[in-house]
């Protein structure tokens, strides 16, 4: 038996009886916690069946280094194991809760903290088999305890006073303004302004306050996969326990969730962590299950985990596919590589759901920016798989998906989709057939090529960071109008071409600033009066590239621009050309595709895409290049012309 120093330090005897018996299936392990303050002996593991377990707590926590020097030894049972320090100081906070009179800790918590369940103490983690079973059982063990305990560290620097005074600060201002709200929807979505976030009484952004918020949310536990279902599945609002603060969850959801609607996530003094603190304050507020491929697609790009298979295992507790019994393709499985349990999910995914939407996260060809952004390079992942890894960059460096995730309130799950006026393939449904000869790394899918690229400008050649882009735009925007005016003016009059211009460059997607479509175009066309005026897009083009008076031109540029807003284009356009190409096809038609497309590349439709995507053609098959918005293909014209007989559907093999 180990036993404890005066001065509470444990001694460890050898040898020591196992921790860890056989679990039976259907079986947890709780620990039953001391509550002695005064030592390290964290407690003692018993094994209950999970539908039949005492009343307990989970612990939501980040592992942290295991290294030997930033771990200790804390006692289990008649054993011990390495725990990391911030852990053990968690445990022994959990311990000093419990020392709380019964009002106190009612009015905080809820019930007696006596069992607790932490999955680096209840689960044997050297038992590869043990770890899928109780991993196909996380959701029971979130959804049958009595509330998640956010344990976010010891805030030894007292950063946690400011900060949370602050997210209190937000909240109370959000729900001055919208006292009802119950889902996203009822927050408006709108840009950000200076002028409306003082009328809303929050500090400045230069504010110290600001500074103690982005440390907090700094903290690497609101990256972690695991945390998702961890505060989702939470049967009470959760309870973050930070150093000697205590907080209720969804306060920090509804800060989270109205900073992001209010436009505040672009800027560089706001934390990554809202965009994730929203996104699980999503998921916690539906009444349904979310489907697997609308949390792939959320949260691929914002969380983090040690074993790229668990951005999809990790998940599996939460997914509407998996209430019941988790589906063979589905059932976690370490024996597989990260590339093959992608590949193996990628293919569910697809033949469920006939709809290429879940491809807005692949990552191309070896050595794209898409796979350059990724932490890991799995270089045997195909390029139509959705690579769900890591990404070595944070979300505002990513060019936004042209798949959206659709709410419709807390009481429907959200749909994976395209916006409703993307219906490049006429909303017909995948047609996908996997090969069953080269284990499963080539895919068909069906439908009609719309044309190839014979200009591809990137944007940002240099690929800029988000805050540099945002400051050149108008350069960027003058340089690639001057460089594809000699071929676009081919093609027709310069107003003709400028609007489609400013239409291809905003993806249609006037509604996130509320405009209509008439007042974006009169936006944009201010724009490029004012580049015009400022000679950044040269004058002198309209007689000798465009054949054009140039008296005459600007007078109708300014006619057309009348009540435009050029800033309100430049905020919309920024979003959608950063990290994309601008390209010209054959036939004259402009588009946005991704920062690789290169000339030669083929633009086509694939049945089940509400988008058009670029391809390129590798020997005898097709590599997945991305998504891509053509404003001349993406409203179902091809389909069109397939049905005239003007082009025929062909079959697509990606590799």
């Known amino acids: 038996m180990n036993t404890v120093t005066s001065r ?244 920090l959801g509804w800060t989270a969730s109205w900073l992001r609607r209010s436009g505040y996530v672009r800027l560089a003094r706001i934390p990554e962590a809202i965009r994730n603190i929203d996104s699980m304050a999503n998921i916690r507020r539906s009444e349904k299950r979310w489907p697997l491929d609308v949390l792939l697609t959320d949260t691929s790009a914002k969380f983090h985990a040690s074993d790229q298979r668990d951005k999809v295992y990790g998940l599996l507790g939460l997914a509407s596919e998996c209430v019941d019994i988790i589906p063979e393709p589905l059932q976690p499985d370490y024996g597989l590589d990260v590339a093959q349990a992608y590949k193996k999910i990628a293919v569910y995914l697809l033949q469920q759901r006939r709809s290429l939407s879940i491809l807005t996260r692949t990552s191309g060809r070896s050595g794209s920016l898409g796979r350059r952004q990724r932490g890991h390079d799995l270089r045997t992942l195909p390029s139509w798989v959705p690579d769900w890894c890591d990404f070595s960059v944070v979300s505002r460096e990513i060019a936004p998906s042209l798949s959206w995730i659709f709410y419709a309130g807390t009481s429907e799950p959200p749909v994976l989709g395209f916006p409703k006026h993307y219906t490049a393939s006429g909303l017909l449904p995948a047609s996908v057939s996997v090969s069953l000869y080269s284990n499963e790394s080539t895919i068909s899918l069906y439908g009609i090529k719309a044309d190839e690229l014979v200009l591809a400008i990137p944007f940002d050649g240099d690929l800029q960071p988000w805050e540099m882009f945002h400051q050149n735009f108008s350069t960027l925007l003058a340089v690639v109008w001057d460089t594809l005016a000699p071929l676009v003016a081919q093609h027709g009059p310069f107003l003709e071409q400028a609007s489609r211009f400013i239409i291809n460059t905003t993806a249609e997607q006037h509604g996130m600033c509320g405009r209509e479509a008439h007042q974006i175009l009169s936006d944009g066309l201010a724009c490029l009066l004012d580049l015009l005026l400022r000679d950044e897009i040269k004058q002198t083009n309209l007689a000798s590239i465009w054949q054009e008076d140039c008296k005459r031109v600007m007078t109708a540029l300014t006619h057309l621009a009348i009540g435009g807003d050029p800033q309100i284009y430049m905020n919309l356009a920024k979003s959608y050309c950063f990290n994309r190409s601008f390209f010209i096809t054959s036939r004259g038609y402009m588009g946005m595709g991704p920062a690789d497309s290169q000339v030669g590349d083929s633009i086509v439709i694939l049945y089940g895409g509400g988008v058009p995507y670029i391809i390129r053609r590798q020997e005898s098959n097709w590599s997945f290049i991305g998504e891509s918005y053509c404003y001349n293909v993406i409203h179902g014209e091809m389909i069109e012309a397939r049905d005239r007989g003007d082009v025929l559907e062909e079959d697509f093999e990606f590799v």
């Not at 079986?27 to 018993?46: H, M, P, V, W």
Request: charged share 20%; net charge negative.
């Open 8 to 251: 509470g330090q444990l001694l460890l005897e050898t040898p020591t009886k196992p921790i860890y018996a056989h679990l039976d299936a259907q079986y947890i392990r709780l620990l039953r916690i001391n509550k002695d303050t005064s030592c390290s002996f964290a407690g003692q593991l018993e094994s209950v069946k999970v539908d039949e377990a005492p009343p307990y707590y989970a612990l939501s926590y980040c592992w942290g280094s295991q290294s030997q020097q930033n771990t200790v030894p804390v006692g289990v049972g008649d054993g011990a194991l390495n725990l990391s320090r911030e852990l053990a100081k968690g445990i022994h906070r959990l311990k000093q809760l419990t020392t709380l009179d019964e009002g106190e800790r009612s009015k905080l918590l809820g019930a007696e903290i006596e069992y607790v369940w932490i999955d680096k103490i209840c689960i044997n983690q050297t038992d590869i088999r043990e770890r899928e079973l109780q991993v196909q059982l996380m959701g029971k063990i979130y959804s049958n305890s009595i509330r998640t305990l956010i344990w976010l560290g010891s805030d030894d620097d007292n950063t946690g006073t400011a900060a949370w005074a602050l997210v209190d600060r937000i909240y109370d201002a959000f729900r001055a303004k919208h006292p009802t709200a119950t889902c996203l929807a009822d927050i408006p979505l709108t840009l950000y302004s200076d002028k409306a976030h003082s009328a809303i009484g929050l500090p400045k952004l230069s504010s110290d306050l600001w500074t103690s918020f982005e440390a907090v949310l700094g903290l690497s536990w609101f990256t972690r996969i695991w945390v998702v279902q961890e505060v989702a599945l939470s049967p009470q609002d959760p309870v973050i326990l930070h150093g000697r603060h205590i907080q209720q969850w969804d306060r």
